[in-house]
C-alpha cells in the first residue's frame, strides 16, 4: 500500500523528544536539516552546456539561485530548520568556519562551506544573495579545479558536518546537484571510498536526493555512479522519497522552463517533510490492535509571532525581548508562588478548590486512542456532520509489525461495501474525547500516473448536538425554467481550465504580503509598494466571455421578478411557485379551517410560535377569540393553551 510519490509519509519521528519543540497549537513539531551539495565545473558554469535559461546563467549559479530562495522560504515557514551550502569542484578549500584555511581546510580540497549549517540568519541570506546577484564576486568564487573533486571526500564532509551540527535531527537531507554521472570512471580506490561514504550516511539515517542536470549529450545515466550512492529506502526514514530513474530528465521538459524554474520545483517537492499530527494505536477489535499516525493535509496558515523585539536600547539597535510573569496578591501585592495557587469552580455559590492532580484526574479520559465501535452505511453521514477539518490516518510500522497489511484490508473493506467505522477518537493525552466516523479514501492519480491523493482513511469527528444549529425557515421561490436556462450559459462561459479547482495556485496575499514586508525589512531591501493577489478576478476576460449573457439573464430575471410580485398580491406573506401558472384565489377565513390554521399548527409542533411576529400572532388570535392584550408571552401562551385544548 506504500507508494514512493506518496506526499503525505515523509515525517519525522514524532517521539524523539532530543529534537521537537512545541508549535503554538501544542503539538510536537520535527526540526529539518538540509544541505545543498552543488558542483563547481566548466560545464556546470557553461550556460550553453544545458538548456537555455532566462538570464543565461550556469547550472552552479542556477542552483545557488534556487538554494537561496529556499534559504528565503525556511526562515519564514520553519524558522528552527537549519540550511547549509557545499560547494565541490572549486579551486578553493574551506571546510572550516573560519575565514582563514586551517588544517581540516587541507584535508578536504576542493571543498567549499559556503554556507554552514545552522539555523538561516539575515547575514547568511544577505551573504549568498549578493553572491548570486554579483557577477564579479561570483567570478572570484566560483573557479574550478583542474582536477574533479573527490565524491568520497564531499560525502565525508556532509557526514562531519551533520555529525557536529544535527547530531540528533531526525530528518538530515542532502541535496546533490551535479551534471557528471560518473565522477571517478578510471579510479577503483576513490569509487569504492564514496561508496563506503554513502554507506555511512545511510547508517546515519541521512538521506541522499539526487538532481542530476542533464549534460551536453542530453543524458544522465544515474547507473554508472550513483546508483551505489543514492539509497531508494533509509533506517531512520523508510517512507522517504525513492531515487530518480537512471535515466532521469528532470530539466529537459519540452516546454522551454527554465533550469532553475525546474529545480525549484524538484526541491519543493522534497524541502519540507510532513509531520505526523499524531502517532496512536487504532483498535480494530478486543485485542487487535495495529500502529497508524495521523496528518493533517490542509491547514490555515496565519503569521506566527516568535518573539518580542525590543527597539529603545543603546544606539536603536533592535533587541530580542525576554518576558517574566509574576503572580502578585491583588489586596497585599505580595507575591505569590506558584505551589500557592489553586484552580477552583463555582458551585451554588462557593469555589469547589482542586489540586493539579485531581484535575488531571478528572480530564484523563484514557489513553490516546482510536478505537472502532462500530460500523455504519456510508450513506448515514450527513453532510452537515462535516463541522471540522479531517485528519488523514495512514499505517505505521513503528510499534506494531504487519500493521500496513491490517489496514490496507480494511479500507479496501470498507471502500468495497462503501461503509464507515464509528471510532472513540482520542488524539493526545488530556484532549477531549470525541466520536468519529472513519471514511475509507481510495488513491487518485494525476494525468502523468503521479499519486495525488494516497489511499488510507480520514477520521472525520462527529459534533455533539450543541454544536448543530438549527437552520432559519425561509421562503423558497423556484426559478423559472427561461431564468435556469440564461444561468447555464453564464456558468458555461466561467469553467476553469480542465474544470478543476487547485487551491495551490491562489496563495493568502495577506500572508504573502506580510512576509514580503518582513522579508525586506530584514534584508535591507526596498519595500514593495503593491502586494500581488492571484485571487483577484479577472474581471476583464470575465466580461469578455459572459457579459452579453449576464444582462441578458439580468433583464430576464427582472421581468420575471415583477411577475412574482403581481402574484403575490398585497399583503402576501405565503410562497408562489412561478410555475403553477395563474394566482390562486385567497383562501376565505373560517375559523379553523384556513390555511393560516394549519400553518401556526406547524409552528406549535416545531415550538417555533416565539418567533412569529407580534402582529402576525394578534391578527390569528383575534380570530379565534384569544386574548391579544399584553405582552408577547401572553398571546403566544394563549396560542399554546389553544392548540393544547384542541
Known amino acids: 500500500m506504500a507508494s514512493a510519490d506518496n506526499p503525505y509519509l515523509h515525517d519525522g519521528d514524532a517521539d524523539d523528544e532530543d529534537d521537537e519543540d512545541l508549535d503554538e497549537t501544542g503539538y510536537k513539531t520535527v526540526k529539518d536539516a538540509v544541505i545543498f551539495a552543488i558542483e563547481v565545473s566548466k560545464s556546470m558554469l557553461d550556460p550553453e552546456n544545458h538548456r537555455p535559461m532566462s538570464k543565461g546563467d550556469g547550472a552552479t549559479l542556477a542552483a545557488l539561485k534556487c538554494a537561496y530562495r529556499v534559504m528565503q522560504q525556511r526562515i519564514i515557514s520553519h524558522p528552527n530548520d537549519m540550511v547549509g551550502i557545499l560547494l565541490f569542484g572549486t579551486e578553493q578549500s574551506k571546510f572550516s568556519s573560519g575565514g582563514d584555511a586551517g588544517s581540516n581546510d587541507l584535508a578536504y580540497p576542493h571543498c567549499y562551506l559556503l554556507t554552514d549549517l545552522d539555523v538561516p540568519e539575515a547575514r547568511d541570506v544577505k551573504q549568498l544573495r549578493d553572491l548570486v546577484e554579483d557577477p564579479e564576486e561570483a567570478s572570484k568564487l ?33 541535496f546533490l546537484v551535479t551534471d557528471n554521472d560518473n565522477p571517478h570512471p578510471n579510479d577503483k580506490n576513490l569509487r569504492s571510498s564514496a561508496i563506503v561514504r554513502a554507506k555511512d550516511l545511510y547508517d546515519l539515517g541521512v538521506i541522499v536526493d539526487l538532481f542530476p542536470i542533464l549534460p551536453g549529450s542530453g543524458y544522465f545515466d544515474q547507473s554508472t555512479f550513483y546508483d551505489d550512492i543514492v539509497y531508494s529506502t533509509n533506517p531512520a526514514d523508510p517512507e522517504a522519497t525513492a531515487p530518480l530513474s537512471s535515466s532521469s530528465n528532470i530539466s529537459g521538459r519540452a516546454d522551454g ?32 490492535r495495529i500502529g497508524v499516525k495521523g496528518y493533517i493535509p490542509i491547514k490555515r496558515q496565519e503569521p506566527a ?17 525576554f518576558g517574566s510573569t509574576t503572580q502578585m496578591a491583588e489586596d497585599t501585592a505580595r507575591v505569590v508562588t506558584k505551589e500557592e495557587i489553586r484552580k477552583a469552580f463555582n458551585f451554588g455559590g462557593e469555589q469547589v478548590l482542586f489540586t493539579p492532580e485531581e484535575l488531571a484526574a478528572i480530564r484523563n479520559f484514557g489513553d490516546p486512542v482510536i478505537r472502532i465501535m462500530g460500523f455504519k452505511p456510508l450513506s448515514m453521514l450527513p453532510i452537515w456532520a462535516n463541522t471540522r477539518a479531517p485528519y488523514f490516518m495512514y499505517p505505521s510500522e513503528t510499534d506494531f509489525i504487519g500493521s500496513t497489511r491490517v489496514f490496507s484490508a480494511l479500507q479496501q473493506k470498507l471502500l468495497k461495501d462503501n461503509k464507515m467505522g464509528l471510532a472513540w477518537f482520542i488524539p493526545r493525552r488530556n484532549a477531549t474525547p470525541t466520536l468519529a466516523a472513519l471514511v475509507p479514501g481510495a488513491e487518485k492519480k494525476g494525468e502523468s500516473g503521479e499519486q495525488v491523493v494516497p489511499p488510507g482513511i ?61 522579508q525586506a525589512i530584514a534584508l535591507d531591501e526596498d519595500t514593495p509598494e ?24 439580468g433583464e430576464q430575471l427582472e421581468e420575471d ?34 390555511m393560516e390554521d394549519d400553518e401556526m399548527k406547524t409552528h406549535f409542533e416545531r415550538n417555533t410560535i416565539s418567533k412569529l411576529t407580534v402582529p402576525v400572532l394578534k391578527e390569528w388570535a383575534s380570530g379565534h377569540s384569544i386574548p391579544i392584550h399584553g405582552k408577547k408571552a401572553d398571546i403566544v401562551e394563549g396560542v399554546q393553551r389553544y392548540f393544547e385544548k384542541k
Open 458 to 518: 480520514w477520521i472525520h469527528p462527529l459534533p455533539f448536538a450543541d454544536d448543530i444549529r438549527q437552520n432559519p425557515e425561509t421562503t423558497v421561490v423556484h426559478a423559472p425554467g427561461d431564468l435556469v436556462a440564461l444561468m447555464r450559459k453564464v456558468i458555461g462561459q466561467l469553467q476553469l481550465p480542465k474544470g478543476v479547482y487547485d487551491p495551490l495556485n491562489y496563495p493568502n496575499p495577506a500572508l504573502q504580503w506580510f512576509y514580503r514586508i518582513l
Open 561 to 594: 421578478f415583477q411577475v412574482w410580485q403581481k402574484r403575490q398580491g398585497r399583503g402576501g406573506k405565503r410562497s408562489v411557485d412561478v410555475e403553477d401558472g395563474p394566482p390562486k384565489k385567497r383562501a376565505v377565513k373560517v375559523k379553523g379551517e384556513t
Open 142 to 174: 566560483l573557479v574550478p579545479s583542474k582536477e574533479p573533486a573527490s565524491m568520497a571526500n564531499v560525502l565525508f564532509c556532509v557526514n562531519q558536518t551533520f555529525t557536529t551540527k544535527a547530531p540528533n535531527f531526525s530528518s538530515r537531507r542532502v
Open 257 to 288: 522552463i527554465s533550469l532553475l524554474e525546474s529545480l525549484m520545483s524538484s526541491i519543493n517537492s522534497k524541502i519540507t517533510p510532513k509531520r505526523a499530527l499524531f502517532s496512536l494505536p487504532f483498535e480494530i477489535g478486543p485485542g487487535l
Open 530 to 553: 503593491t502586494a500581488e493577489d492571484k485571487t483577484t478576478p479577472k474581471y476583464r476576460q470575465i466580461d469578455k466571455r459572459s457579459g452579453d449573457f449576464t444582462k441578458d439573464w
Open 305 to 321: 509571532k516568535s518573539c518580542y523585539v525590543w527597539v529603545g536600547g543603546e544606539n536603536e539597535k533592535p533587541q530580542i525581548a
